[in-house]
């Protein structure tokens, strides 16, 4: 299983990056891809994930109306697209995938019930760094 994050960068406060996750090695269609975001001495955090259906999608409350999470099921890649950064956003931001629950209802446990074993899957991780 490989789940290959890019598209971080430096940004100023107000810009906008878009980040990609391109996965291999698993079914596509049965897994829920989500992004997963840890800054320094903080807290593993959900920021947005989206249903093996594609039709149903969760943000973190700070992210609402700014991101957006949508999935391309022919190039098996996930997007996410990030408008008006602040550096409150500036992490690690890290693409999942995980399949252990219902399909369209798998958004929100991937995002919120991060554990030592869940989500399954997660790539190496991609740097926003965000300065005001």
């Known amino acids: 299983v490989q789940l290959q994050a890019s598209g971080g960068g430096l940004v100023q406060a107000g810009g906008s990056l878009r980040l990609s996750c391109a996965a291999s090695?698993?079914?596509?269609?049965?897994?829920?891809i989500g992004w997963i975001r840890q800054a320094p001495g903080k807290e593993r955090e959900g920021v947005s994930c989206?249903?093996?259906?594609?039709?149903?999608?969760y943000y973190v409350d700070s992210v609402k109306d700014r991101f957006t999470i949508s999935r391309d099921n022919a190039k098996k890649t996930v997007y996410l697209q990030m408008n008006d950064l602040k550096p409150e956003d500036t992490a690690v931001y890290y693409c999942?995938?995980?399949?252990?629950?219902?399909?369209?209802?798998?958004?929100?446990?991937?995002?919120?019930?991060?554990?030592?074993?869940?989500?399954?899957?997660w790539g190496q991780g991609t740097q926003v760094t965000v300065s005001s």
């Open positions: 090695g698993f079914t596509w269609d049965y897994y829920a």
């Open positions: 989206i249903s093996s259906t594609g039709g149903n999608t």
């Open positions: 999942v995938a995980d399949s252990r629950f219902p399909p369209g209802e798998e958004h929100i446990p991937l995002c919120t019930r991060i554990s030592g074993s869940y989500p399954a899957y």
